[in-house]
């Protein structure tokens, strides 16, 4: 906080008393807002961008009240599914661009940074990419041309109205070893070098190039990203930042190993993103991270307990604590993060209630479905008054 800065309060007070006259005023005076009225981007801007996902719900739906808190609260947008393979190039010539350009231009419009999510991913990512018109697997050769093509397509269309690209997502597991997707299987295990060759000759010069993965504080794919992000950096393979998820529960990672997973990759010399916040409120039952292939849980009274929405304050608050002792330690990595980034706006927007369990009521994000704010919400921002 500015030293200079003084409150509303002492300046009418001042004033008053005739201390203060217009040529003794300062040339450099800021009016601080009282915490119940500092937005997030407001309370860090000068820390990293603080971003939210947005779905085509939000865009479909005329005076959509979660994209009116996005556009107010946020400083960075990342476009949930409608850029993933499936959605925006389902069939072979058959594009779905609606949503992602209505979202590329609304970064322009509201001067938001955008993301880009995502150009390579195992799941979401239809048949027809990795077969021939026979149904056979590709060469090698020719799925790196369609990695091409899908690279020069976005970068045709959006130029540097999108800022930053996830390049990869998901594609190594806990243990550290590479997923056997079709990916791997037909490009080999330099297929996240691929794409990131691909992404640096194709991708506008100015755009962000990130790996981003789940359970980046496990030690299989932790020492894995990092032996591979160093490589690529010592041998001028461009990659400009590690994304780390974010998918947390109530207790798990705990703020210290969230510190210690944060040092590690801020010691690679590269940007971090956290790229998919959310702390599960309501717990998974010893599930973790966010693999959507796994068998999803049934909702029951145990471990779907407030589906009318009325949590106990105690409850809240026990929520409040767990985002602050979160926030503490990103503030106190800042100089290391680019962006804090939420998955979904509000919690009726947040994929937790329907995965691991389906049909839960879950809360796990800053603002309530009303669009109100939490306890967690004003205590994340009181981090940056102190």
């Known amino acids: 906080m500015n030293k200079h800065k003084i409150s509303h309060l002492a300046v009418i007070a001042m004033l008053a008393v005739g201390v203060v006259s217009c040529a003794e005023k300062p040339t450099e005076q800021v009016i601080e807002k009282p915490v119940n ?54 069939l072979p010539g ?27 991913w195992h ?15 590709l060469t090698r050769d020719a799925l790196l041309e369609r990695m091409r093509e899908r690279a020069k397509m976005f970068a045709t269309r959006y130029g540097s109205r999108i800022k930053i690209w996830d390049v990869v997502n998901e594609a190594i597991e806990d243990d550290g070893t590479w997923r056997k997707s079709l990916y791997n299987q037909i490009i080999g295990d330099d297929f996240i070098e691929q794409a990131f060759i691909i992404a640096d000759q194709e991708m506008p010069k100015d755009a962000t190039l990130i790996y981003n993965d789940y359970g ?33 529960d109530m207790d798990i990672p705990t703020a210290e190993k969230i510190d210690e997973t944060l040092t590690a990759y801020a010691a690679t ?5 956290i790229t998919e916040l959310d702390v599960d409120f309501l717990g998974r039952d010893g599930m973790t991270g966010a693999d959507v292939d796994i068998q999803k849980l049934i909702a029951t009274p145990e471990n779907n307990p407030y589906t009318d929405g009325n949590v106990p304050a ?18 106190k990595h800042h100089k290391s993060i680019d ?38 919400h004003d205590a994340v921002i009181a981090l940056t008054q102190k």
């Open 37 to 90: 009225t500092m937005t997030l981007k407001e309370a860090y801007a000068d820390k990293f961008l603080i971003g939210a996902t947005l779905g085509a719900s939000m865009f479909n739906t005329p005076n959509h009240p979660s994209l009116a808190l996005a556009k107010e609260n946020f400083s960075a947008i990342t476009l949930d599914n409608d850029m993933k393979w499936a959605l925006n190039n389902p």
């Open 94 to 120: 058959k594009y779905n661009f609606e949503i992602g350009d209505q979202f590329a231009q609304l970064g322009v419009d509201e001067n938001i940074s955008t993301v880009g999510h995502v150009l390579f």
């Open 123 to 137: 799941s979401q990512t239809p048949d027809w990419v990795f077969k021939d018109d026979e149904g056979n697997l």
């Open 216 to 248: 980046m504080d496990r030690k299989g794919r932790r020492d894995t990203v990092i032996t591979m992000v160093n490589d690529f950096v010592k041998r001028g393979v461009r990659i400009d930042g590690i994304g780390l998820q974010g998918h947390w």
């Open 269 to 273: 010399g590269l940007r971090l993103h």
């Open 314 to 331: 105690a409850a809240e608050e026990k929520f409040a604590v767990r985002y602050t002792d979160i926030f503490k330690t990103f503030i």
């Open 339 to 376: 962006r804090v980034t939420f998955w979904g706006v509000t919690d009726g927007d947040s994929w937790l209630n329907g995965w691991p369990v389906v049909g839960r009521t879950n809360f796990p994000l800053l603002f309530k479905r009303d669009g109100s704010t939490k306890k967690a």
